[in-house]
């Protein structure tokens, strides 16, 4: 955790934490012997859509605007997908896992062994295996160029706050999550 002069910095810094923390619930065994799945899988989604929303800038990269989930069937990644699936894989497993803390009757996640995805002849995602999935997001992560993370080009400025915190006082004091941007001015509160 640091302090970050840059946002870009802060991003990578998130990007990789996320990264970790689901190596870490993945490393983690319950007393049934299960490990931490569902936050896993929703972390890896979070990394899936952040490096997709960054290559999207791009034109080259083929990735369709607003659709940071087709990054699956980029190159750094390397699946060869259909668009149903993508939108699936989003709609069920990301979304489902971020908004209702729940998985379509149907769908599993597992820890065997395997390609990250089962589809269902119909091509209906039906089976995460969540250890293959951490592979392939990490591997993907850790190939990609860093100074593509430019958040001002992906963030909303009509969403920004409009006061900061003094950050004066920071030096001192524990930060207690994965750091800040300080800018070079900031208005007092």
């Known amino acids: 955790m640091a302090i970050h002069q840059k946002l870009g910095g ?8 996320y990264v970790k923390a689901s190596e870490l619930c993945l490393d983690f065994r319950k007393v049934d012997g299960g490990c931490l799945g569902y936050p896993a899988t929703l972390l890896l989604f979070c990394v899936v859509d952040a490096i997709g929303r960054y290559l999207a800038l ?13 990054v699956l ?25 971020a908004h209702n803390a729940a998985l379509p009757p ?20 039906v089976m ?12 993907a992560w850790e190939g990609l160029d860093k100074g593509l993370i ?22 001192g004091s524990v930060i207690a999550a994965s750091g800040c941007l300080v800018p070079a001015t900031i208005q007092k509160l």
């Open 10 to 17: 802060l991003s990578v810094e998130a990007i990789d934490e």
């Open 58 to 70: 791009e034109k080259r990269n083929n990735i369709p605007k607003g659709q940071p989930f087709f």
């Open 73 to 97: 069937n980029h190159p750094c990644v390397g699946l060869t997908l259909t668009p149903e699936q993508i939108k699936r894989l989003k709609r069920w497993y990301r979304n489902g896992l």
């Open 106 to 125: 149907g769908t599993c996640l597992t820890g065997d062994d395997g390609p990250p995805f089962d589809f269902a002849a119909n091509g209906d995602p």
């Open 128 to 139: 995460i295996r969540v250890f293959s999935f951490h592979r392939l997001v990490a591997q």
């Open 150 to 171: 430019v958040p001002s080009k992906v963030m909303d400025t009509r969403k920004m706050p409009t006061v900061g915190f003094p950050a004066s006082g920071l030096t």
